[in-house]
């Protein structure tokens, strides 16, 4: 019902820049509540990377503070993630994650979870 594509991600010199984009589809009528990107390295857990929710309050780890900035278009839900003066240790695989609230007709709107299908980024020292 609800698919989340990612796009964006690649391998880059360390200082470089990428920018994520992940569009919410689906062909029922939905309302996205709040997106947020997650990664995971290579032998370590997921980890919430920056989310910001419909009214834009943001949250960043402080790992990439001042680094990556997080945006939202409502109209089209979607989520940006603008990753500048990357770093090797950036390097993972980048998730994008939302609330979707899906309304079907006689039925109280429900929200769920959903995630993309990941995409990786790679920076090299």
């Known amino acids: 019902q609800v698919q989340l594509v990612e796009s964006g991600g690649g391998s880059v010199q360390a200082g470089g820049s990428l920018k994520l984009s992940c569009a919410v589809v689906?062909?029922?009528?939905?309302?996205?509540?709040?997106m947020a990107w997650y990664r995971q390295a290579p032998g370590k857990q997921r980890e919430l990377v920056a989310s910001i929710s419909r009214g834009s309050s943001l949250n960043y780890h402080d790992s990439v503070k001042g680094r990556f900035t997080i945006s939202r278009d409502n109209a089209k839900n979607t989520v940006q993630l603008q990753m500048d003066s990357l770093k090797p240790e950036d390097t993972a695989v980048y998730y994008c994650?939302?609330?979707?609230?899906?309304?079907?007709?006689?039925?109280?709107?429900?929200?769920?979870?959903?995630w993309g299908q990941g995409t990786q980024v790679t920076v090299s020292s």
């Open positions: 689906s062909r029922k009528v939905f309302r996205s509540e709040t």
């Open positions: 994650n939302a609330g979707v609230t899906v309304v079907v007709a006689g039925e109280l709107p429900k929200e769920k979870d959903y």
